[in-house]
């Protein structure tokens, strides 16, 4: 009998989570399983603003993906995913294109910059690790440059983030840091340098524990974070960013640094491909596959599944996409060995630590609040956890963080 085959796009979170567990639910007779990937590396999204502000080297964030795969048991494909013909069981790639019997797509997010005027051409954001290095590269430049001008421009020392959300924030903590570096680097005077968040909601981190929002705006701004609250980016311009606090009070903000932290969206390969979606977010069944196709499954920053405590969808993160690759290979090892009842997600919600640079961080778990050291021993124990779930104890020892006391 032929062998079905398993192909799982994107090597993230969801991606990895899957196709690790699937090596060890089936055997070599039981089903192929191809992993196809833009890069022949993994990297952490979560760890992605460090590498943005330069507080960690773009390569502490990645590793190969055959460190973490059986390549006897997985065929490992570097292309870009340009379109799934979902009736057709293909997919086009770069490369080519590939067939299969069970889908499993984990393409993860990008930026949603909401039509806002711009933002494309003038702003950077935090989503992939070329990106991030880009955006390093040019803060670095913009202090580099400061004092070899005549006329001396301030706005080259302006950084403005836009949103308050958990990336906006984890970034200004990275970039906290790292400014005090570059301006001793550079001989840049401190005083000179503006880090102003620009926040549409009238509060910082909307939704979360107003008391950790409040340990983390008064630590922020000690540190020299300006806050613009219930002030929405309007347009992104050359050297600059129009603010607006509803129609009437528009500003101008000068900044050669602006970094658009404000949304993400489920990846655009989603509607290329005429799958109905929200923002590139696919609503599964609670199996994870997609209603009405039997054999398509969409885990992590492109799927979306609602809440029902509060009715609205869960926002998209790793804790979730990891628990959603578990059961997404349990649910395909049952369809190959002909179960027919599959199992339901069921979102295990273990906390959020949000880290505000190396040593600072606040967070909520085991049905308590955490700041300061505590808060961030934490979160460095959940990034360490990601990479034990995905790469074992190896890949701890690697890449882990254990600067912790
Ligand atoms: P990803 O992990 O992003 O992986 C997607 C993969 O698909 C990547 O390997 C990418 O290269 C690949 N890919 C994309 N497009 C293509 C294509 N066309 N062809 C081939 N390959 C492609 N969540 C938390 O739970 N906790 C946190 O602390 C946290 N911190 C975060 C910090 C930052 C700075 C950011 C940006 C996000 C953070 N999140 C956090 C959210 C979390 O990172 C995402 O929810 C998570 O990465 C989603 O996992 P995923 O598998 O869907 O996608
Ligand atoms: P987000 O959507 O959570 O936050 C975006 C913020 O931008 C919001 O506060 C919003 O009010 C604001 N905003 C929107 N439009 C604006 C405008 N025009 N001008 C100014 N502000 C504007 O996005 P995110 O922070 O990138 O997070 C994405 C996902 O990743 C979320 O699900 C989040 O929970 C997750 N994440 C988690 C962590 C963590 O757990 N430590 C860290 C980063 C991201």
């Known amino acids: 009998m032929r062998k079905p085959k398993i192909v799982i796009l994107g090597a993230g979170y969801g991606g990895l989570m899957t196709v690790t567990r699937l090596q060890k639910q089936l055997g070599v007779n039981e089903a192929?399983?191809?992993?196809?990937?833009?890069?022949?590396?993994?990297?952490?999204?979560?760890?992605?603003?460090?590498?943005?502000?330069?507080?960690?080297?773009?390569?502490r964030v990645r590793y190969d993906i055959r460190e973490v795969i059986d390549t006897q048991k997985v065929e490992f494909v570097q292309a870009t995913v340009e379109e799934i013909k979902a009736e057709e069981n293909r997919v086009i790639l770069s490369t080519g294109e590939i067939a299969y019997d069970y889908l499993v797509i984990s393409l993860g997010a990008e930026s949603e910059t909401f039509g806002i005027k711009g933002l494309k051409e003038y702003a950077f954001s935090i989503s992939n690790v070329n990106a991030a290095r880009q955006l390093r590269e040019h803060i670095e430049y913009q202090f580099a440059t400061y004092n070899t001008e005549e006329e001396k421009k301030d706005e080259r020392l302006?950084?403005?983030?836009?949103?308050?959300?958990?990336?906006?924030?984890?970034f200004l903590g990275e970039l906290a840091n790292r400014i005090p570096e570059l301006c001793k680097e550079y001989d840049v005077d401190f005083h000179k340098v503006k880090l102003i968040c620009v926040e549409a909601a009238p509060m910082v981190l909307p939704g979360f524990d107003p008391e950790l929002v409040d340990y983390a705006v008064s630590y922020l701004e000690k540190k020299g974070v300006e806050f613009r609250i219930g002030t929405a980016i309007k347009e992104a311009i050359p050297g600059g960013i129009i603010v607006g606090k509803g129609e009437e009070e528009v500003e101008e903000i000068k900044a050669e640094t602006v970094v658009w932290a404000a949304g993400v969206r489920g990846n655009s390969v989603i509607e290329k491909s005429g799958?109905?979606?929200?923002?590139?977010?696919?609503?599964?069944?609670?199996?994870?596959?997609?209603?009405?196709?039997?054999?398509?499954?969409?885990?992590?920053?492109?799927?979306?599944?609602?809440?029902?405590?509060?009715?609205?969808?869960?926002?998209?993160?790793?804790?979730?996409?990891?628990?959603?690759?578990?059961?997404?290979?349990?649910?395909?090892?049952?369809?190959?060995?002909?179960?027919?009842?599959?199992?339901?997600?069921?979102?295990?919600?273990?906390?959020?630590?949000?880290?505000?640079?190396?040593?600072?961080?606040?967070?909520?778990?085991?049905?308590?609040?955490?700041?300061g050291a505590k808060a961030s021993f934490l979160k460095k124990m959940v990034d360490n956890r990601a990479l034990y779930m995905i790469g074992g104890p190896s890949m701890v020892f690697k890449k882990g963080k254990f600067n912790i006391f």
């Open 32 to 59: 192929d399983l191809v992993l196809v990937n833009k890069n022949d590396y993994h990297y952490e999204t979560t760890w992605l603003h460090e590498a943005s502000a330069g507080t960690l080297h773009h390569d």
């Open 158 to 170: 302006s950084i403005v983030v836009g949103g308050a959300g958990f990336t906006g924030i984890e």
């Open 275 to 371: 799958i109905e979606a929200m923002r590139g977010r696919v609503k599964v069944q609670l199996d994870l596959r997609v209603p009405g196709k039997e054999n398509l499954f969409i885990i992590g920053d492109c799927s979306l599944i609602i809440n029902e405590e509060i009715n609205r969808p869960y926002p998209p993160t790793a804790q979730i996409a990891m628990q959603q690759g578990e059961l997404c290979a349990r649910n395909i090892a049952g369809l190959v060995r002909g179960k027919s009842e599959l199992e339901t997600f069921e979102f295990d919600n273990k906390g959020t630590v949000c880290s505000l640079g190396e040593d600072e961080a606040i967070g909520t778990a085991f049905g308590k609040k955490f700041y």
